[in-house]
């Protein structure tokens, strides 16, 4: 697939794109800024697949059919902000997949069958502000799961948002 190099933007989904790496679909794109790839039958994402799009800052991967996100995926993505996995059948999560998007601002994970959560997975997303996990069968969330997550991020598990509590390592903190 040919995409020219000075796009920003890429609308990509209901394609039929099944995998996504450097092999398939994604040749160098510096100036990549946002791409869309969603409602697609997409089940493999290579460790590589967005090694070249280092400039991305949302990336929309929302009803698909990918069954895990690996540690490494988004190593070369560290301006990332946006990124949306609702409704794409994940079940498992890399222990350090998210550590390199220390600019997330918005991490969306619902509706998919991950059945629990890494120690300190989320501690270097200090830029959070929502934090999405409803309908997955994730135990109540533990102080260590969600250590580092902003007081500020509003967290949503099984179809209610924590709302008024916030979990901090060790306690419990009222968010005003």
Same mark, same amino acid.
């Given at each position: 697939m040919l995409i020219s190099l000075t796009f920003s933007f890429r609308y990509l989904q209901g394609n039929d794109i099944s995998d996504v790496g450097i092999d398939s679909h994604l040749d160098e794109l510096p100036m990549l800024e946002v791409l869309f790839l969603h409602n697609n039958p997409i089940t493999n994402l290579t460790v590589d697949a967005f090694e070249n799009v280092t400039n991305m800052e949302m990336l929309l991967l929302h009803y698909t059919s990918i069954w895990e996100l690996p540690n490494g995926l988004f190593d070369s993505n560290p301006k990332l902000e946006y990124l949306w996995f609702s409704y794409s059948n994940i079940h &498992?999560? @890399? *222990? *350090? +997949?998210f550590s390199s998007l220390t600019n997330l601002r918005e991490l969306m994970l619902d509706s998919n069958s991950i059945p629990d959560l890494h120690v300190g997975?989320?501690?270097?997303? =200090?830029k959070l502000k929502t934090l999405n996990f409803k309908n997955n069968g994730i135990p109540e969330p533990t102080c260590c799961k969600m250590c580092g997550v902003p007081a500020s991020t509003h967290i949503d598990f099984n179809a209610r948002p924590l709302a008024d509590t916030h979990?901090?390592? @060790?306690?419990? +903190? *009222? &968010? =005003?």
């Amino acid at each position: 697939m040919l995409i020219s190099l000075t796009f920003s933007f890429r609308y990509l989904q209901g394609n039929d794109i099944s995998d996504v790496g450097i092999d398939s679909h994604l040749d160098e794109l510096p100036m990549l800024e946002v791409l869309f790839l969603h409602n697609n039958p997409i089940t493999n994402l290579t460790v590589d697949a967005f090694e070249n799009v280092t400039n991305m800052e949302m990336l929309l991967l929302h009803y698909t059919s990918i069954w895990e996100l690996p540690n490494g995926l988004f190593d070369s993505n560290p301006k990332l902000e946006y990124l949306w996995f609702s409704y794409s059948n994940i079940h &498992v999560l @890399g *222990t *350090t +997949v998210f550590s390199s998007l220390t600019n997330l601002r918005e991490l969306m994970l619902d509706s998919n069958s991950i059945p629990d959560l890494h120690v300190g997975m989320f501690k270097n997303l =200090q830029k959070l502000k929502t934090l999405n996990f409803k309908n997955n069968g994730i135990p109540e969330p533990t102080c260590c799961k969600m250590c580092g997550v902003p007081a500020s991020t509003h967290i949503d598990f099984n179809a209610r948002p924590l709302a008024d509590t916030h979990l901090e390592c @060790g306690k419990f +903190v *009222t &968010v =005003q």
